[in-house]
């Protein structure tokens, strides 16, 4: 039997692939929604799209510890999708689910750094001590868990070919900034197959209180072995602009939020390597392409294919 899913932060970036993938892996899928969010056209057009696949809707919100309660007592397994500035508010999710008595596996909003294994300097840190406070919560809890580290979104980093304070859409044909040597290794995994591997260990008793790593080996790629592969397929050399440690510092420092953090993303990752830097433990974790080889992933080179 496959468990009931509930998916908080349901109309979010991530949370709306784990919606439509929990469907196709053939959960009895739930979503919490606050009702005033419907009055948002593009919300509301998402939570139809829902309906539509079969999903239930259960209106409520972290605040209503009533409504959460009583969303939470309807599912087995709990996942939170919910975004940077809401990560504190998992403490909510926390006490309803230790009142409602009958969730089999919580996992919260992870699906990045291993945020108890991070070098991040603000204000990246920040985020990733108050995603460690979330994990200590659950664990004085006793609540059973399953954290999820991913790695970076394919959709957000590669388009950019790491650049990605540019929000590009499609990747540059002219010239790239590189990060300090641009040879620390980071691992990038789409949205679409961090969902798949997440599913899969939702019932797996391999991923009981442990952390998810979703390593798999063609995504753990470099800066420069990204731009490699894109001047591969579209045969051109690009003009490279490297950037030292001392220069992205600066500019974090003068940037304003969100770009102050997402220029930190980028230091953290492509410059000090902070998803490679350790080994996998195998007392605290487990490796997801390991555990599910049936899982048909894209890599990174297959990801690039759209843009050309």
């Known amino acids: 039997?496959?468990?009931?899913?509930?998916?908080?932060?349901?109309?979010?970036?991530?949370?709306?692939?784990?919606?439509?993938?929990?469907?196709?892996?053939?959960?009895?899928?739930?979503?919490?929604?606050r009702e005033s969010s419907l009055s948002d056209p593009?919300?509301?057009?998402?939570?139809?799209?829902?309906?539509?696949?079969?999903?239930?809707?259960?209106?409520?919100?972290?605040?209503?510890?009533?409504?959460?309660?009583?969303a939470i007592k309807q599912v087995d397994v709990v996942i939170s999708a919910l975004g940077r500035t809401q990560i504190l508010d998992q403490?909510?999710?926390?006490?309803?689910?230790?009142?409602?008595?009958?969730?089999?596996?919580?996992?919260?909003?992870?699906?990045?750094?291993?945020?108890?294994?991070?070098?991040?300097?603000?204000?990246?840190?920040?985020?990733?001590?108050?995603?460690?406070?979330?994990?200590?919560?659950?664990e004085a809890a006793g609540i059973p868990y399953t954290y999820v580290v991913t790695g970076c979104f394919a959709g957000f980093f590669v388009p950019s070919l790491g650049q990605c304070h540019l929000r590009l859409r499609t990747p540059p044909t002219d010239k790239v900034s590189i990060y300090d040597s641009?040879?620390?290794?980071?691992?990038?995994?789409?949205?679409?197959?961090?969902?798949?591997?997440?599913m899969k260990a939702v019932d797996d008793s391999r991923t009981l209180d442990k952390i998810l790593y979703v390593h798999p080996p063609?995504?753990?790629?470099?800066?420069?072995?990204?731009?490699?592969?894109?001047?591969?397929?579209?045969?051109?050399?690009?003009?490279?602009?490297?950037?030292?440690e001392e220069e992205l510092l600066k500019s974090i420092q003068e940037a304003q939020p969100p770009m102050d953090f997402v220029m930190g993303l980028i230091h953290t990752v492509l410059?000090?390597?902070d998803l490679?830097?350790?080994?996998?433990?195998p007392s605290v974790g487990v490796e997801a392409s390991e555990l599910y080889p049936d899982v048909k992933y894209t890599s990174v080179d297959e990801f690039l294919n759209q843009f050309v």
């Open 1 to 33: 039997m496959t468990s009931k899913t509930l998916v908080i932060g349901a109309t979010g970036y991530i949370g709306k692939v784990f919606v439509e993938g929990s469907v196709k892996s053939g959960h009895a899928t739930f979503a919490l929604v």
């Open 42 to 70: 593009v919300k509301a057009k998402l939570v139809q799209s829902f309906k539509d696949l079969g999903v239930t809707i259960l209106y409520g919100s972290l605040n209503e510890k009533e409504s959460l309660v009583k």
């Open 91 to 138: 403490v909510n999710i926390i006490d309803a689910i230790k009142e409602a008595g009958n969730v089999k596996r919580f996992l919260p909003s992870e699906f990045g750094n291993d945020v108890d294994r991070t070098v991040a300097i603000e204000p990246a840190l920040s985020e990733f001590i108050m995603k460690a406070q979330i994990r200590r919560a659950i």
């Open 182 to 198: 641009g040879d620390a290794k980071a691992i990038i995994n789409t949205e679409e197959d961090i969902v798949a591997y997440t």
């Open 218 to 244: 063609k995504n753990i790629v470099s800066q420069n072995d990204m731009v490699s592969l894109w001047e591969r397929k579209i045969g051109k050399t690009l003009e490279k602009i490297y950037v030292s």
């Open 271 to 273: 410059v000090k390597g």
């Open 276 to 281: 490679t830097s350790f080994t996998i433990d």
